[in-house]
């Protein structure tokens, strides 16, 4: 077997296909669970190998430090060393670094790590209620101005249809201002990095030569969450040159508050009218039932036709189901996440509850909970959210008294309003944990007449300690959701209003938002569960009808069985995994099963798994536990 034909071996047609097009310009549309990572590691590997490339030419952009780690990890996997990785903003860092005073004569500035301190004496001076807007909020604007290369002076020009989170001259106030303080400080923020790389190789061509002799090749990843900044920086890294391989899935943008949108992939061959492009449809994630659902929704999304294909069997059909009100909704998801993992085996670590936006973590925290079922707040954790955060800092300054009444004079000083209907989402969460914050402290209250503010804290702490253990069912929104797999996935509230969202004045793309659900939906391996509650004014989501679903009203969902596993000659084997379970149980402290389900176990000890891969196939041993637990698992098998 030849050089190239050993990293080939295991790809499917189109995946060769793309790993074989060693020179740009190359798109490859890559569909939700069909391998991208895979594909463009390999294809990094074949211009390696084929000594079309050094390692050192090749710049691989990626969009999270992780994602820049793995890629360097699958390369060396293949026996590639020297391939360079990193996002847009390391990347631009490392190169100004390099360069910027050596050819502008001046010290590069200091980047800032947080935005927040310089926005909040200025956010502080807004009149009320707009002064008690997160602070996330008006950073997140500021990106996005500066994402799009509007500075202050165009900003009020240059708004379109886009609502800012606060009225436009207020909005306009603050980014100036921040703009303003920062320079007089002698500070760069993350956006100001692209800026400057920008400016660095404008003026000085030179500069921008020093990156074309450093570099020949481009692979971009995500390439459908790239802003006009991070484009604009990239045609500079290029130059004249078309090397450049792109991959992403238009049906997957959802970031348009950082500025990303759809049309730098959906344009990418009228740029480049002789790219090769190179569809990834055949999908290893999901069973034949999630991915007509899925289908059946992607003839809405428009741009490239993507047609997802299983490879997996067939599993259950995706359960939607109307539920009486909000608490029998979330009492059925409830019941059925302790349905899955009793009878179906299913790990809890892989079944996930996804939502809009923060503020709907708090009734499945309280039910999870309540029924004694770990789970864990994978963002947007309660504690350290801006609301709950600045009623603890002021409750410390407090010292006896009535927590209740403290607590209602904070949320009061802090802008809570019940009645409030605030246009960003952010403040529609803050909102809502202040709200919860009053309800907790009268909680708290009453079984403690004679408690104070620490005594408080400390509760609140013990309370939710396990937001982010890593153990349980995962809560988290859509957009963290985005890059994630699990075997059972939950999509509670389908409202209108809330999928596509609308708060106040604000109203999501509905574009975006019908894109929110695919990525939801595509983000279930087996077990798809869709419901949303009858009572109430609100209306169910219109993406229901467009996926055609019309299920009857019911007080519980029903978990199709799935095959049971056997002991069998695995018996002995089974026992000593069991006993390695509850060592390593006793040392997290956790409960036995959180480790892995005695069917998981059972399975293992069945089949007799040699390494990650065999691990891998076996129901209830995901990512997450795999990392964790992999290495001692083959080392019982092994000595046994």
């Given at each position: 077997m030849s050089d190239l034909e050993s990293i080939l071996a295991g790809l499917n047609e189109a995946q060769r296909e793309a790993a074989l097009a060693l020179r740009g310009p190359v798109a490859i549309l890559a569909g939700a669970g069909t391998g991208k990572t895979t594909t463009i590691t390999h294809r990094i590997a074949c211009q390696v190998r084929s000594g079309e490339f050094e390692p050192s030419q090749i710049l691989a952009v990626t969009f999270t430090d992780k994602a820049a780690g793995e890629l360097k990890r699958r390369l060396q996997a293949l026996g590639v060393e020297g391939v360079e990785a990193r996002t847009f903003h390391s990347a631009a860092l490392s190169q100004l670094s390099r360069l910027w005073s050596s050819y502008?004569?001046?010290?590069?500035?200091?980047?800032?790590?947080?935005?927040?301190?310089?926005?909040?004496?200025?956010?502080?001076?807004?009149?009320?209620?707009?002064?008690?807007?997160?602070?996330?909020?008006?950073?997140?604007?500021?990106?996005?101005?500066?994402?799009?290369?509007?500075?202050?002076?165009?900003?009020?020009?240059?708004?379109?249809?886009?609502?800012?989170?606060?009225?436009?001259?207020?909005?306009?106030?603050?980014?100036?201002?921040?703009?303003?303080?920062?320079?007089?400080?002698?500070?760069?923020?993350?956006?100001?990095?692209?800026?400057?790389?920008?400016?660095?190789?404008?003026?000085?061509?030179?500069?921008?030569?020093?990156?074309?002799?450093?570099?020949?090749?481009?692979?971009?990843?995500?390439?459908?969450?790239?802003?006009?900044?991070?484009?604009?920086?990239?045609?500079?890294?290029?130059?004249?040159?078309d090397d450049l391989c792109v991959v992403g899935d238009d049906y997957q943008t959802i970031y348009a508050f950082t500025g990303a949108s759809p049309e730098h992939l959906l344009g990418f061959t009228r740029r480049y009218p002789h790219a090769t492009v190179v569809r990834l449809e055949e999908n290893y994630r999901s069973t034949p039932e999630v991915l007509e659902l899925a289908n059946r929704l992607a003839t809405r999304l428009g741009g490239f036709r993507k047609t997802l294909r299983a490879t997996r069997p067939s599993g259950p059909p995706p359960l939607a189901r109307a539920e009486p009100d909000e608490e029998a909704e979330v009492g059925a998801v409830v019941q059925a996440?302790?349905?899955?993992?009793?009878?179906?085996?299913?790990?809890?670590?892989?079944?996930?509850?996804?939502?809009?936006?923060?503020?709907?973590?708090?009734?499945?925290?309280?039910a999870f909970a309540a029924a004694a079922i770990p789970?864990?707040?994978?963002?947007?954790?309660?504690?350290?959210?801006?609301?709950?955060?600045?009623?603890?800092?002021?409750?410390?300054?407090?010292?006896?008294?009535?927590?209740?009444?403290?607590?209602?004079?904070?949320?009061?000083?802090?802008?809570?309003?019940?009645e409030a209907a605030p246009d960003a989402d952010e403040e529609v969460t803050r909102q809502s944990d202040l709200g919860r914050m009053r309800s907790l402290a009268a909680e708290f209250e009453r079984a403690h007449p004679d408690g104070d503010a620490a005594a408080f804290g400390a509760e609140l702490a013990r309370r939710f300690s396990t937001e982010h253990s890593g153990r349980g069912v995962n809560l988290l929104t859509y957009h963290r959701a985005k890059?994630?797999?699990?075997?059972?996935?939950?999509?509670?509230?389908?409202?209108?209003?809330?999928?596509?969202?609308?708060?106040?004045?604000?109203?999501?793309?509905?574009?975006?938002?019908?894109?929110?659900?695919?990525?939801?939906?595509?983000?279930?391996?087996?077990?798809?569960?869709?419901?949303?509650?009858?009572?109430?004014?609100?209306?169910?989501s219109p993406f229901l009808d467009e996926l055609e679903l019309a299920p009857p009203v019911s007080s519980r969902p029903r978990v199709a069985p799935g095959p049971a596993v056997t002991v069998g000659r695995g018996g002995m084997l089974f026992d000593r995994l069991k006993?390695?379970?509850?060592k390593r149980a006793n040392a997290d402290g956790v409960p036995a099963y959180v480790v892995f389900h005695d069917r998981t176990l059972a399975e293992i000890a069945e089949r007799r798994c040699k390494d990650w891969a065999d691990l891998a196939a076996i129901s209830g041993v995901g990512p997450a536990k795999l990392e964790r637990y992999a290495d001692e698992v083959l080392a019982v098998v092994a000595a046994g």
């Open positions: 502008t004569g001046e010290p590069l500035p200091e980047v800032l790590d947080h935005k927040a301190p310089l926005i909040s004496s200025l956010a502080n001076a807004l009149p009320p209620p707009h002064k008690f807007l997160p602070r996330r909020e008006l950073a997140g604007e500021i990106e996005w101005a500066k994402n799009r290369m509007i500075p202050p002076a165009r900003y009020l020009h240059q708004l379109g249809d886009h609502e800012p989170p606060i009225p436009a001259d207020l909005m306009h106030r603050v980014y100036d201002g921040y703009e303003r303080r920062k320079t007089a400080m002698g500070r760069l923020d993350f956006e100001d990095m692209l800026g400057l790389a920008l400016r660095l190789f404008d003026e000085h061509p030179d500069a921008a030569r020093e990156i074309h002799r450093r570099f020949a090749a481009f692979t971009v990843d995500e390439y459908q969450d790239v802003n006009p900044l991070q484009a604009g920086l990239l045609e500079r890294w290029l130059g004249e040159r996440v302790r349905r899955l993992y009793q009878e179906e085996a299913v790990e809890l670590e892989e079944i996930a509850v996804l939502y809009r936006i923060n503020a709907r973590s708090e009734p499945f925290e309280e789970y864990q707040v994978r963002d947007g954790a309660f504690l350290r959210r801006p609301g709950p955060r600045a009623v603890l800092q002021r409750l410390k300054r407090i010292g006896a008294g009535a927590v209740a009444a403290a607590v209602a004079a904070i949320t009061d000083q802090l802008g809570y309003d019940p890059g994630l797999e699990f075997d059972a996935v939950f999509l509670p509230r389908l409202l209108d209003g809330e999928l596509p969202f609308r708060s106040g004045r604000a109203k999501a793309d509905p574009e975006e938002e019908r894109r929110l659900l695919y990525v939801g939906i595509t983000r279930a391996r087996r077990y798809l569960f869709l419901t949303w509650p009858a009572a109430g004014r609100a209306q169910p006993e390695w379970r509850r």
